[in-house]
């Protein structure tokens, strides 16, 4: 498995905003790809901004493509971003999931 990291800030006014707009642009076309297994997108407060992480996981490099084009270390990025004031980060990482557990009580 392989987790794609991108990371963006927002004004905080945006944050709730861009946290939706997030979901029908990024993780909708990421779970419409094969190979898409699922995400997670992670918040924390800066001054005056607001960070979010978005970690998609996929089944192997080869569906990061399809979603992303040939250089999957690039983020994809979306017309309307300019919109909530959108500073991306223009590059993703990218992880071998070597261990992933989850407590039970948290799977539901």
């Known amino acids: 498995m392989i987790a794609r990291e991108w990371k963006c800030r927002v004004p905080d006014a945006h944050s709730d905003g861009f946290t939706g707009y997030l979901y029908e642009t990024g993780i909708k076309d990421s779970s419409a790809t094969s190979g898409y297994i699922g995400a997670q997108i992670l918040r924390r407060s800066l001054t005056g901004k607001t960070e979010l992480t978005l970690i998609t996981y996929w089944d192997n490099l080869e569906s990061i493509k399809a979603f ?41």
């Open 68 to 108: 992303a084009g040939d250089d999957i270390s690039q983020a994809r990025l979306y017309p309307e971003d300019e919109v909530y004031e959108l500073e991306p980060d223009l590059s993703v990482q990218h992880y071998e999931v070597i261990e992933h557990q989850f407590s039970p009580e948290l799977r539901g």
